[in-house]
């Protein structure tokens, strides 16, 4: 079998182990405050202000549209797998807003004259297969020839206007629930350089391809103020940003915060992205870290993660109630902290 990572060529990302996912935190910020500021369409609900995971873009008073875009290179080595994944991650930021993703465009990337076309067509199976899954209509999509293989999604949901759920809306004394475990950029890492087993690929790849359908259904029946996914930016880079957007602080009880199993002593022999270490670099000024943390431990909770799970502000009254039904579902669920008073304080405990 031709091994998808493999057919990756070497760029200033990749070679240093990173996961082909988003550009950093800090030159995202810069690249888009250079930008000319324009008023925003009294129509669009959610825009960049925020940081958030989609757009929202209001069509009549009891309906909006939820849109978002992501694609990136190869991470597991089965065609069929990787465009699982790609779905899974693409349609989660739609999850992370509170909609119901309906539509989905391909967005392909493929090196046509050095690869089988077989591959593409199982990226796609793998792709059309989890978009079923989600009962997401695919509509079509773009091609091109390129040297790299890549693949992603455009996907559209729909949302009441009144039951969005952002990154800015966390209160003081919110509960934090995160629905997967961190590590998979570590893992898929390890995966690249051949030092996993294949069930620990077939776990990695399972946490990655499974959808927040579950778990943002489950969180309908309760009080959410709050919700992000956690992918490319690292868990503390996505509760950063939904600190700075709801003016609160956060508390993150570090050993509480689920872990795919391995992760961390692959992380202690130097298995550790460079986009992981790129989001401790952006957010190490800001939090403040327990004395006698290992770098290796703070490395982790910045890991670079794609299709990770939603990290979730819920009213304290309900958090317990939440984390039982969510785990009764099958989801790997937990409260790794609470939202304070202070804003833009983070604290990991």
């Known amino acids: ?26 030159d995202l910020s810069n690249v888009l405050k250079s930008l000319p500021q ?8 959610v825009g960049l202000d925020t940081s958030d995971d989609a757009g929202v873009y209001r069509l009549t008073d ?5 849109q978002t875009l992501d694609f990136f290179t190869p991470i597991v080595d089965d065609p069929y797998d990787f465009g699982q994944v790609a779905a899974a991650n693409a349609i989660s930021d739609v999850y992370a807003m509170g909609g119901t993703p309906v539509t989905a465009l391909n967005i392909v990337a493929f090196p046509i004259a050095e690869l089988d ?26 091609s091109i020839d390129d040297q790299e293989p890549k693949f992603g999604l455009a996907v559209t949901g729909t949302i009441h206007p009144d039951r969005i759920r952002t990154n800015a809306g966390a209160r003081p004394g919110d509960k934090l629930i995160l629905t997967k ?3 998979v950029g570590i893992m898929t890492t390890a995966l690249k350089r051949g030092l996993l087993t294949n069930d620990e690929i077939q776990h990695v790849t399972e946490v990655m391809t499974t959808l927040n359908k579950t778990a943002a259904e489950t969180m309908n029946d309760h009080t959410v103020h709050a919700s992000t996914d956690v992918t490319g930016f690292g868990l503390m880079g996505h509760a950063m940003e939904m600190a700075e957007a709801s003016d609160v602080g956060l508390t993150i009880y570090h050993e509480d915060v689920p872990v795919l199993p391995r992760a961390e002593e692959l992380a202690q022999t130097g298995v550790i992205p460079g986009g992981s270490k790129n989001n401790f670099n ?6 403040k870290y327990p004395y006698d943390m290992t770098d290796t431990r703070k490395w982790l909770l910045s890991d670079a993660v794609t299709s990770g799970g939603l990290l979730a502000a819920v009213d304290i009254t309900e958090a317990n109630d939440l984390l039982e039904k969510l785990q009764a579902n099958g989801i790997e669920a937990a409260i790794i902290g609470e939202v304070t008073e202070t804003p833009g304080q983070i604290i990991v405990t």
Do not use: F, W, Y
């Not at 031709?2 to 935190?25: A, D, R, Y």
């Not at 324009?38 to 609900?45: E, S, T, V």
């Not at 077989?118 to 999509?141: C, F, M, N, Q």
């Open 1 to 26: 079998m031709i091994k998808l990572t493999e057919q990756i060529k070497l760029t200033s990302l990749t070679s240093k182990g990173g996961c082909g996912c988003k550009i950093g935190p800090a």
């Open 181 to 183: 475990p961190i590590g």
């Open 282 to 287: 952006h957010v190490k000024d800001r939090i």
């Open 62 to 66: 009891d309906l909006a549209i939820v």
């Open 38 to 45: 324009k008023p925003a369409h009294p129509d669009l609900l």
């Open 117 to 142: 076309n077989a591959i593409l067509t199982e990226i796609l199976r793998g792709a059309g297969d989890k978009l079923s899954e989600a009962d997401v209509a695919l509509v079509g999509g773009h």
